[in-house]
Protein backbone atom coordinates (compact mmCIF):
# COMPACT_ATOMS: atom_id res chain seq x y z
CA UNK A 1 0.00 0.00 0.00
CA UNK A 2 3.01 2.38 0.66
CA UNK A 3 4.65 1.39 -2.75
CA UNK A 4 1.39 2.22 -4.20
CA UNK A 5 1.35 5.71 -2.71
CA UNK A 6 4.54 6.36 -3.48
CA UNK A 7 4.53 5.40 -7.38
CA UNK A 8 0.95 7.34 -6.76
CA UNK A 9 2.39 10.79 -5.63
CA UNK A 10 5.86 10.25 -7.63
CA UNK A 11 3.64 9.85 -10.96
CA UNK A 12 0.73 12.51 -9.97
CA UNK A 13 3.16 15.07 -8.79
CA UNK A 14 5.01 15.21 -12.05
CA UNK A 15 1.88 15.31 -14.20
CA UNK A 16 0.72 18.17 -11.39
CA UNK A 17 3.91 20.04 -12.30
CA UNK A 18 3.72 19.65 -15.63
CA UNK A 19 0.69 21.36 -15.68
CA UNK A 20 1.01 24.01 -13.43
CA UNK A 21 4.19 24.93 -15.47
CA UNK A 22 1.69 24.76 -19.02
CA UNK A 23 -1.17 26.95 -17.32
CA UNK A 24 1.84 29.20 -15.81
CA UNK A 25 3.08 29.22 -19.42
CA UNK A 26 0.07 29.56 -20.81
CA UNK A 27 -1.08 32.58 -18.02
CA UNK A 28 2.25 34.53 -18.95
CA UNK A 29 1.36 34.46 -23.06
CA UNK A 30 -2.26 35.26 -22.40
CA UNK A 31 -0.76 38.22 -19.95
CA UNK A 32 1.54 39.78 -23.01
CA UNK A 33 -0.74 39.25 -25.23
CA UNK A 34 -3.73 41.24 -23.38
CA UNK A 35 -0.55 44.02 -22.20
CA UNK A 36 0.00 43.94 -25.91
CA UNK A 37 -3.20 44.17 -26.90
CA UNK A 38 -4.19 47.48 -24.18
CA UNK A 39 -1.14 48.96 -26.02
CA UNK A 40 -2.19 48.48 -29.70
CA UNK A 41 -5.42 49.91 -28.49
CA UNK A 42 -4.60 52.51 -26.71
CA UNK A 43 -2.46 53.62 -29.87
CA UNK A 44 -4.77 52.87 -32.24
CA UNK A 45 -7.34 55.21 -29.93
CA UNK A 46 -4.53 58.02 -30.03
CA UNK A 47 -4.60 57.83 -34.12
CA UNK A 48 -8.18 57.52 -34.32
CA UNK A 49 -8.48 60.92 -32.59
CA UNK A 50 -5.30 61.92 -34.39
CA UNK A 51 -7.53 62.29 -37.31
CA UNK A 52 -8.44 65.88 -37.93
CA UNK A 53 -12.34 66.56 -37.17
CA UNK A 54 -13.76 69.23 -39.91
CA UNK A 55 -13.92 72.65 -37.74
CA UNK A 56 -13.79 70.42 -34.55
CA UNK A 57 -11.00 72.60 -33.04
CA UNK A 58 -12.02 72.04 -29.48
CA UNK A 59 -12.65 68.07 -29.96
CA UNK A 60 -11.10 65.61 -27.17
CA UNK A 61 -7.15 65.94 -27.64
CA UNK A 62 -5.32 62.67 -29.04
CA UNK A 63 -3.54 62.70 -25.23
CA UNK A 64 -4.66 60.43 -22.58
CA UNK A 65 -4.76 61.39 -19.02
CA UNK A 66 -1.53 58.88 -17.98
CA UNK A 67 1.12 59.81 -19.76
CA UNK A 68 2.79 56.10 -19.82
CA UNK A 69 -0.25 55.38 -21.86
CA UNK A 70 1.13 58.39 -24.56
CA UNK A 71 4.56 57.24 -25.23
CA UNK A 72 4.80 54.87 -27.93
CA UNK A 73 7.43 52.31 -28.48
CA UNK A 74 10.23 52.26 -31.31
CA UNK A 75 8.30 50.43 -33.56
CA UNK A 76 5.65 52.61 -34.07
CA UNK A 77 7.70 55.34 -35.81
CA UNK A 78 4.80 55.54 -38.23
CA UNK A 79 2.22 56.47 -36.80
CA UNK A 80 0.46 59.63 -37.40
CA UNK A 81 1.45 62.52 -35.02
CA UNK A 82 -1.21 65.26 -33.74
CA UNK A 83 0.04 68.50 -33.92
CA UNK A 84 -3.59 70.19 -34.90
CA UNK A 85 -4.08 71.32 -31.28
CA UNK A 86 -2.22 73.04 -29.00
CA UNK A 87 -2.37 70.86 -26.30
CA UNK A 88 0.56 71.79 -23.82
CA UNK A 89 1.54 68.03 -22.55
CA UNK A 90 4.95 68.85 -22.87
CA UNK A 91 4.66 70.20 -18.95
CA UNK A 92 3.92 67.17 -17.95
CA UNK A 93 7.39 66.34 -17.27
CA UNK A 94 7.88 69.32 -14.94
CA UNK A 95 4.90 68.55 -12.59
CA UNK A 96 6.38 64.72 -12.47
CA UNK A 97 9.29 65.91 -11.23
CA UNK A 98 7.79 68.01 -8.58
CA UNK A 99 6.23 65.13 -7.23
CA UNK A 100 3.61 66.28 -4.85
CA UNK A 101 4.50 69.69 -4.42
CA UNK A 102 1.05 70.67 -6.15
CA UNK A 103 -1.24 68.05 -4.91
CA UNK A 104 -4.10 68.87 -2.91
CA UNK A 105 -6.89 67.29 -1.23
CA UNK A 106 -10.48 68.46 -0.55
CA UNK A 107 -12.81 67.35 1.89
CA UNK A 108 -16.29 66.01 0.56
CA UNK A 109 -17.60 69.04 2.65
CA UNK A 110 -15.56 71.78 1.45
CA UNK A 111 -16.02 74.21 -1.80
CA UNK A 112 -20.02 73.46 -1.61
CA UNK A 113 -21.81 76.66 -2.05
CA UNK A 114 -22.02 78.16 -5.06
CA UNK A 115 -20.49 81.44 -3.68
CA UNK A 116 -16.38 82.44 -3.22
CA UNK A 117 -16.71 85.92 -1.69
CA UNK A 118 -20.01 87.51 -1.76
CA UNK A 119 -18.44 91.09 -0.90
CA UNK A 120 -15.99 91.10 -4.18
CA UNK A 121 -17.46 92.20 -7.56
CA UNK A 122 -17.20 88.76 -9.16
CA UNK A 123 -18.39 86.64 -6.21
CA UNK A 124 -17.35 83.19 -7.79
CA UNK A 125 -13.66 84.42 -7.36
CA UNK A 126 -11.61 82.42 -4.92
CA UNK A 127 -9.35 84.44 -3.00
CA UNK A 128 -6.19 82.82 -2.65
CA UNK A 129 -6.67 81.89 -6.79
CA UNK A 130 -6.73 85.59 -6.96
CA UNK A 131 -3.78 86.35 -4.62
CA UNK A 132 -1.77 83.94 -6.54
CA UNK A 133 -2.42 85.46 -9.73
CA UNK A 134 -1.40 88.94 -8.57
CA UNK A 135 1.65 87.84 -6.93
CA UNK A 136 2.44 85.38 -10.25
CA UNK A 137 2.16 88.85 -12.29
CA UNK A 138 4.29 90.64 -9.73
CA UNK A 139 7.35 88.70 -9.83
CA UNK A 140 6.41 88.06 -13.66
CA UNK A 141 6.62 91.35 -14.35
CA UNK A 142 4.56 91.12 -17.47
CA UNK A 143 1.10 92.96 -16.73
CA UNK A 144 -0.05 95.64 -14.10
CA UNK A 145 -2.48 94.52 -11.43
CA UNK A 146 -3.21 97.82 -9.94
CA UNK A 147 -6.43 99.19 -10.09
CA UNK A 148 -7.90 96.19 -11.64
CA UNK A 149 -10.68 93.86 -11.38
CA UNK A 150 -9.88 90.04 -11.39
CA UNK A 151 -13.01 87.95 -13.39
CA UNK A 152 -12.11 84.30 -13.19
CA UNK A 153 -13.29 81.87 -16.23
CA UNK A 154 -13.70 78.35 -17.36
CA UNK A 155 -10.98 78.84 -19.21
CA UNK A 156 -10.06 82.33 -21.04
CA UNK A 157 -12.55 80.66 -24.00
CA UNK A 158 -15.24 81.72 -21.42
CA UNK A 159 -13.87 84.97 -20.82
CA UNK A 160 -13.80 86.07 -24.62
CA UNK A 161 -17.04 85.04 -24.70
CA UNK A 162 -18.38 87.20 -21.36
CA UNK A 163 -16.48 89.94 -23.20
CA UNK A 164 -18.74 90.08 -25.84
CA UNK A 165 -21.31 89.82 -24.11
CA UNK A 166 -19.96 92.78 -21.82
CA UNK A 167 -19.68 94.77 -24.84
CA UNK A 168 -22.13 94.65 -27.15
CA UNK A 169 -25.14 97.17 -26.26
CA UNK A 170 -28.66 95.53 -25.88
CA UNK A 171 -29.81 98.36 -27.36
CA UNK A 172 -28.53 98.73 -30.15
CA UNK A 173 -30.29 97.36 -33.77
CA UNK A 174 -26.75 96.35 -35.26
CA UNK A 175 -24.14 94.01 -33.69
CA UNK A 176 -21.12 95.62 -32.78
CA UNK A 177 -18.44 93.96 -35.31
CA UNK A 178 -15.08 91.73 -33.68
CA UNK A 179 -12.26 91.95 -35.53
CA UNK A 180 -8.42 90.55 -35.74
CA UNK A 181 -5.32 91.07 -37.85
CA UNK A 182 -4.93 87.93 -39.88
CA UNK A 183 -3.59 85.38 -39.15
CA UNK A 184 -5.72 85.24 -36.05
CA UNK A 185 -6.72 82.74 -33.75
CA UNK A 186 -8.90 80.44 -34.58
CA UNK A 187 -11.14 80.08 -32.51
CA UNK A 188 -12.22 83.70 -32.31
CA UNK A 189 -14.17 83.38 -35.70
CA UNK A 190 -16.18 79.81 -34.55
CA UNK A 191 -17.08 81.11 -31.34
CA UNK A 192 -17.90 84.43 -32.41
CA UNK A 193 -20.38 83.04 -35.20
CA UNK A 194 -21.45 79.80 -33.10
CA UNK A 195 -24.41 81.23 -31.89
CA UNK A 196 -25.69 83.43 -34.54
CA UNK A 197 -25.95 85.80 -32.05
CA UNK A 198 -27.30 89.51 -33.00
CA UNK A 199 -25.82 90.83 -30.79
CA UNK A 200 -21.71 90.86 -32.17
CA UNK A 201 -20.58 89.65 -35.60
CA UNK A 202 -17.55 88.45 -36.74
CA UNK A 203 -16.16 90.91 -39.33
CA UNK A 204 -12.59 88.86 -40.40
CA UNK A 205 -9.31 90.96 -40.97
CA UNK A 206 -8.74 93.91 -39.04
CA UNK A 207 -6.52 95.00 -41.25
CA UNK A 208 -9.18 95.09 -44.29
CA UNK A 209 -12.02 96.33 -41.99
CA UNK A 210 -13.23 99.64 -43.09
CA UNK A 211 -17.07 99.42 -42.00
CA UNK A 212 -18.32 101.98 -39.88
CA UNK A 213 -19.60 101.78 -36.65
CA UNK A 214 -18.32 100.26 -33.32
CA UNK A 215 -15.58 97.39 -32.90
CA UNK A 216 -14.00 95.38 -30.82
CA UNK A 217 -10.44 94.20 -31.73
CA UNK A 218 -8.77 91.33 -30.61
CA UNK A 219 -4.96 91.60 -30.19
CA UNK A 220 -3.20 88.49 -29.05
CA UNK A 221 0.19 89.05 -28.53
CA UNK A 222 2.04 86.87 -28.42
CA UNK A 223 0.03 85.77 -31.22
CA UNK A 224 -1.40 82.57 -32.07
CA UNK A 225 -0.72 81.42 -34.67
CA UNK A 226 2.33 83.05 -35.81
CA UNK A 227 4.38 84.18 -32.72
CA UNK A 228 4.83 87.83 -33.59
CA UNK A 229 4.59 90.20 -30.90
CA UNK A 230 1.16 92.90 -31.73
CA UNK A 231 -0.13 95.94 -31.03
CA UNK A 232 -3.86 97.37 -32.33
CA UNK A 233 -4.07 97.96 -36.33
CA UNK A 234 -6.85 99.76 -36.32
CA UNK A 235 -6.24 103.07 -34.87
CA UNK A 236 -9.44 105.36 -34.59
CA UNK A 237 -11.88 105.38 -32.16
CA UNK A 238 -15.46 103.76 -31.86
CA UNK A 239 -13.71 100.40 -31.25
CA UNK A 240 -12.54 98.59 -28.12
CA UNK A 241 -9.46 96.74 -27.81
CA UNK A 242 -9.49 92.75 -26.11
CA UNK A 243 -5.82 91.72 -25.09
CA UNK A 244 -5.26 87.88 -25.11
CA UNK A 245 -2.12 87.69 -23.23
CA UNK A 246 -2.45 83.80 -23.27
CA UNK A 247 1.55 83.53 -24.20
CA UNK A 248 2.73 86.88 -22.92
CA UNK A 249 4.90 84.05 -20.57
CA UNK A 250 8.96 84.53 -20.51
CA UNK A 251 9.18 80.74 -21.91
CA UNK A 252 7.46 81.90 -24.78
CA UNK A 253 8.79 85.71 -25.86
CA UNK A 254 11.42 88.14 -23.72
CA UNK A 255 9.15 89.97 -21.22
CA UNK A 256 9.74 93.68 -22.35
CA UNK A 257 7.41 95.78 -20.05
CA UNK A 258 4.04 94.90 -18.09
CA UNK A 259 0.91 95.32 -20.35
CA UNK A 260 -1.49 97.91 -19.61
CA UNK A 261 -4.77 97.81 -21.17
CA UNK A 262 -8.32 97.76 -20.53
CA UNK A 263 -8.97 94.05 -20.89
CA UNK A 264 -6.52 91.53 -20.70
CA UNK A 265 -7.41 87.86 -20.93
CA UNK A 266 -4.69 85.69 -19.61
CA UNK A 267 -4.89 81.27 -18.89
CA UNK A 268 -3.28 78.47 -17.26
CA UNK A 269 -3.30 76.56 -20.39
CA UNK A 270 -0.39 78.45 -21.74
CA UNK A 271 0.93 79.36 -18.31
CA UNK A 272 1.68 76.25 -16.45
CA UNK A 273 0.48 73.40 -19.03
CA UNK A 274 -2.98 72.74 -17.07
CA UNK A 275 -5.28 73.34 -19.89
CA UNK A 276 -7.31 70.68 -18.32
CA UNK A 277 -8.27 72.50 -15.23
CA UNK A 278 -10.19 75.03 -17.30
CA UNK A 279 -9.15 78.32 -15.40
CA UNK A 280 -8.30 81.71 -17.02
CA UNK A 281 -8.63 85.03 -15.44
CA UNK A 282 -9.49 88.73 -17.10
CA UNK A 283 -7.76 91.92 -15.54
CA UNK A 284 -10.30 94.43 -16.68
CA UNK A 285 -10.36 98.30 -15.63
CA UNK A 286 -13.69 99.23 -15.82
CA UNK A 287 -15.98 98.22 -13.25
CA UNK A 288 -19.58 98.35 -15.16
CA UNK A 289 -17.56 96.15 -17.80
CA UNK A 290 -16.21 93.57 -15.25
CA UNK A 291 -19.83 93.59 -13.69
CA UNK A 292 -21.49 92.38 -17.49
CA UNK A 293 -18.63 89.95 -17.98
CA UNK A 294 -19.57 88.04 -13.68
CA UNK A 295 -23.04 88.47 -15.32
CA UNK A 296 -22.23 86.76 -18.69
CA UNK A 297 -20.66 83.81 -16.44
CA UNK A 298 -23.24 83.62 -14.00
CA UNK A 299 -26.27 83.44 -16.87
CA UNK A 300 -23.76 80.89 -18.80
CA UNK A 301 -22.69 78.49 -15.61
CA UNK A 302 -23.17 79.87 -12.23
CA UNK A 303 -19.62 80.80 -11.82
CA UNK A 304 -16.48 78.97 -12.10
CA UNK A 305 -15.73 75.34 -10.31
CA UNK A 306 -14.49 76.37 -6.84
CA UNK A 307 -11.93 72.77 -7.30
CA UNK A 308 -10.29 73.74 -10.31
CA UNK A 309 -9.41 77.06 -8.80
CA UNK A 310 -8.28 75.92 -5.28
CA UNK A 311 -5.98 73.12 -7.90
CA UNK A 312 -4.96 76.26 -9.79
CA UNK A 313 -4.13 78.67 -6.98
CA UNK A 314 -1.91 75.74 -5.53
CA UNK A 315 -0.42 75.47 -9.52
CA UNK A 316 0.35 78.82 -9.21
CA UNK A 317 1.67 78.81 -5.40
CA UNK A 318 4.26 76.19 -6.88
CA UNK A 319 5.08 78.36 -9.60
CA UNK A 320 5.62 81.64 -7.41
CA UNK A 321 7.59 79.81 -4.71
CA UNK A 322 9.88 78.48 -7.96
CA UNK A 323 10.66 81.66 -9.19
CA UNK A 324 11.16 82.82 -5.50
CA UNK A 325 13.46 79.96 -4.52
CA UNK A 326 17.02 81.34 -4.20
CA UNK A 327 18.09 76.89 -4.12
CA UNK A 328 20.57 76.35 -7.11
CA UNK A 329 18.93 72.58 -6.79
CA UNK A 330 15.27 74.18 -7.60
CA UNK A 331 14.33 74.53 -11.56
CA UNK A 332 11.42 77.04 -12.00
CA UNK A 333 8.59 76.24 -14.11
CA UNK A 334 9.40 79.26 -16.59
CA UNK A 335 13.11 78.11 -16.83
CA UNK A 336 12.36 74.15 -17.22
CA UNK A 337 9.91 75.36 -20.48
CA UNK A 338 12.39 77.93 -21.88
CA UNK A 339 15.36 75.18 -22.10
CA UNK A 340 12.66 72.91 -23.49
CA UNK A 341 11.58 75.80 -26.22
CA UNK A 342 15.01 76.85 -27.49
CA UNK A 343 15.75 72.74 -27.59
CA UNK A 344 12.41 72.47 -29.75
CA UNK A 345 13.12 75.57 -31.54
CA UNK A 346 16.87 75.01 -32.54
CA UNK A 347 16.09 71.14 -33.63
CA UNK A 348 13.13 72.54 -35.77
CA UNK A 349 15.07 74.84 -37.65
CA UNK A 350 17.57 72.48 -38.09
CA UNK A 351 15.06 70.10 -39.63
CA UNK A 352 13.65 73.05 -41.56
CA UNK A 353 16.74 73.86 -43.30
CA UNK A 354 17.89 70.37 -44.26
CA UNK A 355 14.39 69.54 -45.83
CA UNK A 356 14.83 72.78 -48.00
CA UNK A 357 10.72 72.31 -48.54
CA UNK A 358 9.61 75.04 -45.65
CA UNK A 359 9.99 78.25 -44.19
CA UNK A 360 9.63 79.25 -40.90
CA UNK A 361 8.81 83.24 -39.33
CA UNK A 362 12.33 84.97 -37.94
CA UNK A 363 12.16 86.69 -34.53
CA UNK A 364 14.07 89.26 -33.53
CA UNK A 365 15.82 89.44 -29.76
CA UNK A 366 14.57 91.44 -27.13
CA UNK A 367 15.82 92.15 -23.40
CA UNK A 368 13.09 90.02 -20.85
CA UNK A 369 13.25 92.20 -17.83
CA UNK A 370 12.13 88.77 -16.14
CA UNK A 371 15.52 86.89 -17.07
CA UNK A 372 17.71 89.22 -17.56
CA UNK A 373 18.68 87.35 -20.95
CA UNK A 374 18.54 88.76 -24.40
CA UNK A 375 16.63 85.80 -26.59
CA UNK A 376 14.35 85.56 -29.78
CA UNK A 377 10.62 84.45 -29.34
CA UNK A 378 10.15 81.10 -28.79
CA UNK A 379 6.51 80.83 -29.92
CA UNK A 380 3.99 77.88 -28.58
CA UNK A 381 3.65 77.20 -32.47
CA UNK A 382 5.79 76.78 -35.48
CA UNK A 383 3.99 78.79 -38.60
CA UNK A 384 5.44 77.11 -40.99
CA UNK A 385 5.03 77.92 -45.22
CA UNK A 386 5.20 74.87 -47.83
CA UNK A 387 6.99 76.38 -50.21
CA UNK A 388 6.54 75.69 -53.89
CA UNK A 389 5.39 73.18 -55.55
CA UNK A 390 3.71 72.31 -52.57
CA UNK A 391 0.23 74.27 -52.43
CA UNK A 392 -1.70 72.76 -49.42
CA UNK A 393 0.17 72.73 -46.91
CA UNK A 394 -2.36 70.52 -44.61
CA UNK A 395 -3.08 68.45 -47.11
CA UNK A 396 0.62 67.65 -47.71
CA UNK A 397 1.75 66.99 -44.10
CA UNK A 398 -1.60 65.22 -43.86
CA UNK A 399 0.06 62.73 -46.62
CA UNK A 400 2.84 62.15 -44.31
CA UNK A 401 0.91 61.55 -41.33
CA UNK A 402 1.18 65.03 -40.06
CA UNK A 403 -1.55 67.02 -38.53
CA UNK A 404 -1.74 69.99 -38.32
CA UNK A 405 -4.04 73.18 -38.96
CA UNK A 406 -4.36 74.80 -42.37
CA UNK A 407 -3.90 78.77 -42.92
CA UNK A 408 -7.46 79.22 -44.11
CA UNK A 409 -8.55 78.58 -40.84
CA UNK A 410 -6.72 81.83 -39.63
CA UNK A 411 -7.99 83.48 -42.53
CA UNK A 412 -5.18 83.45 -44.41
CA UNK A 413 -3.99 80.80 -46.87
CA UNK A 414 -3.41 77.23 -47.88
CA UNK A 415 0.29 77.03 -48.18
CA UNK A 416 0.82 77.96 -44.29
CA UNK A 417 -0.06 75.76 -41.43
CA UNK A 418 0.40 75.70 -37.79
CA UNK A 419 1.68 72.77 -36.04
CA UNK A 420 1.92 73.06 -32.38
CA UNK A 421 4.92 72.71 -30.29
CA UNK A 422 3.72 72.27 -26.85
CA UNK A 423 3.14 68.34 -26.99
CA UNK A 424 5.19 65.50 -25.33
CA UNK A 425 8.80 65.16 -26.28
CA UNK A 426 8.76 61.62 -28.09
CA UNK A 427 5.70 63.22 -30.78
CA UNK A 428 7.77 66.34 -31.15
CA UNK A 429 11.10 64.06 -31.46
CA UNK A 430 9.31 62.16 -34.47
CA UNK A 431 7.95 65.09 -36.34
CA UNK A 432 10.91 67.04 -36.45
CA UNK A 433 12.88 63.28 -37.80
CA UNK A 434 9.50 63.54 -40.38
CA UNK A 435 9.68 66.55 -41.50
CA UNK A 436 13.35 66.88 -42.28
CA UNK A 437 13.08 63.65 -44.29
CA UNK A 438 10.77 65.52 -46.58
CA UNK A 439 13.20 66.80 -49.12
CA UNK A 440 13.04 67.90 -52.23
CA UNK A 441 14.64 65.46 -54.45
CA UNK A 442 12.08 62.50 -52.39
CA UNK A 443 9.30 65.48 -52.44
CA UNK A 444 6.82 63.22 -55.10
CA UNK A 445 7.31 59.99 -53.07
CA UNK A 446 6.41 62.19 -50.27
CA UNK A 447 3.49 63.40 -51.76
CA UNK A 448 1.95 59.95 -52.53
CA UNK A 449 2.53 60.12 -56.65
C1 LIG B 1 -4.66 82.98 -28.02
C2 LIG B 1 -5.46 82.02 -27.21
N1 LIG B 1 -6.44 82.50 -26.44
C3 LIG B 1 -7.20 81.67 -25.70
C4 LIG B 1 -7.00 80.32 -25.70
C5 LIG B 1 -7.89 79.43 -24.90
O1 LIG B 1 -7.39 79.19 -23.65
P1 LIG B 1 -8.20 78.36 -22.56
O2 LIG B 1 -7.65 76.97 -22.55
O3 LIG B 1 -7.95 79.08 -21.29
O4 LIG B 1 -9.65 78.38 -22.92
C6 LIG B 1 -5.98 79.78 -26.48
C7 LIG B 1 -5.76 78.34 -26.51
O5 LIG B 1 -5.13 77.78 -27.37
C8 LIG B 1 -5.20 80.66 -27.26
O6 LIG B 1 -4.24 80.19 -28.06
Same mark, same amino acid.
Request: proline share 6%.
Given at each position: MARFWNVFTLRNLLVLSLAINVSFMLRLVYVTVDIKREHMMAVDRSQREALPMQGAYLSVSSATSSPSLATFPDGDRD? +????? /????TMYERFWQQEGDKATIVIPGWQSMSYFSDIGNLCWFLEPEFARQVLRLHKIVGNAVTENRHIVVGTGSTQLFQAVLYALASQDSEEPVSVVSAAPYYSSYQAITECLKSGLYKWEGDA?????????IELVTSPNNPDGFLRDSVLNRSGGVLVHDFAYYWPQYTPITSSADYDIMLFTVSKT?? /??????? =?? %? @?????? +????? &?YIELNSIGVSKDSQLRAAKVLKVVCDSCESSSNTTESLFEFAYQLMVERW??? !? @?? @?? /???? $? *? %??????? $? #??????? $?????? $? +? =? %? &? #??????? #???? %? !? *???ILTRGGRHFGVGPQYVRISLLDRDDNFDLFVERLSSIRKDNLYQHMGE
Open positions: R +AINLD /HGDPRSFAKEGRFTG /HAGMRIG =WA %L @VKDREI +AKRMV &KQNL !R @VA @VK /HSGM $F *S %LPEFSPG $F #CKFTGRI $FEPLPA $F +A =W %L &K #CEEPIED #CESF %L !R *SNK
